[in-house]
């Protein structure tokens, strides 16, 4: 089992960055893939950033330029580092792990960009 905490989100102005945190626990050796996927009201979740066990990083199209992944394995926690922000970028944030057997998924932190 893999657990995953998300914490960081709030309100911030257009312009503006936030950082979300995962602190991952349990059987995180197992996780081949981490990442953060997003949820905007009405719409489908998608992808913004993962990270491979390999170090293998994707950004949707979306947030390139303006979002970085990270990962503190000493912490096993992995970042999602927000800059210029937009309305565009509102939704609530999960992150997930990949293991060979399941998906694994945060409870989500809120972020609202005000225009």
């Known amino acids: 089992q893999v657990q995953l905490v998300e914490s960081g989100g709030g309100l911030v102005q257009a312009g503006g960055s936030l950082r979300l945190s995962c602190a991952t626990s349990?059987?995180?050796?197992?996780?081949?893939?981490i990442g953060w996927y997003r949820q905007g009201s009405g719409k489908q979740r998608e992808s913004v950033a993962t990270?491979?066990?390999?170090?293998?990083?994707n950004y949707a199209d979306s947030v390139k330029g303006r979002f970085v992944i990270s990962q503190n394995n000493a912490k096993n926690t992995v970042y999602l580092q927000m800059n210029s922000l937009g309305p565009e970028d509102t939704a609530v944030y999960y992150c997930?792990?990949?293991?060979?057997?399941?998906?694994?998924w945060g409870q989500g932190t809120q972020v609202t960009v005000s225009s």
């Open positions: 349990g059987a995180t050796f197992n996780i081949k893939a």
């Open positions: 990270i491979s066990s390999g170090g293998s990083i």
């Open positions: 997930n792990a990949n293991t060979n057997v399941r998906s694994y």
